[in-house]
């Protein structure tokens, strides 16, 4: 586990799902941009639910920064290509292009 600062663009709609104790959480993907133009696919996860409305207030595309818990992972394509990269994040805050105007407005 690392404690890292993410910032990219919502690869897919937030999902709202349910554990087994009947909690609920939110999964969302985010692109975030690394070296030479490209950019890697995490993995996002959320508890909390302040956290849930505003990734929920996001449409595909849009801008976020996310603060928590990333665990980088190595795969391989089952035909054998070549070992690709991703990460799991669970998300501890979250701040928005929204949430900065609102910051703005108030100093």
């Known amino acids: 586990m690392i404690d890292a600062l993410i910032n990219g663009k919502l690869a897919s ?3 709202k799902r349910y554990g087994k104790d009947n909690k609920p959480f939110l999964t969302v ?3 975030t941009p690394i070296a030479d133009g490209d950019s890697i696919r995490i993995s996002v996860i959320a508890f909390d639910a302040n956290i849930c409305a505003a990734l929920f207030a996001l449409d595909i595309g849009e801008s976020v920064c996310l603060s928590g818990e990333l665990t980088p992972k190595l795969w391989q394509p089952k035909d054998g290509g070549d070992v690709k990269i991703s990460c799991d994040f669970v998300a501890h805050a979250v701040l928005t292009t929204y949430h900065v105007k609102r910051k703005r407005q108030v100093m």
């Open 29 to 31: 993907g985010v692109f």
């Open 13 to 15: 709609k937030p999902i």
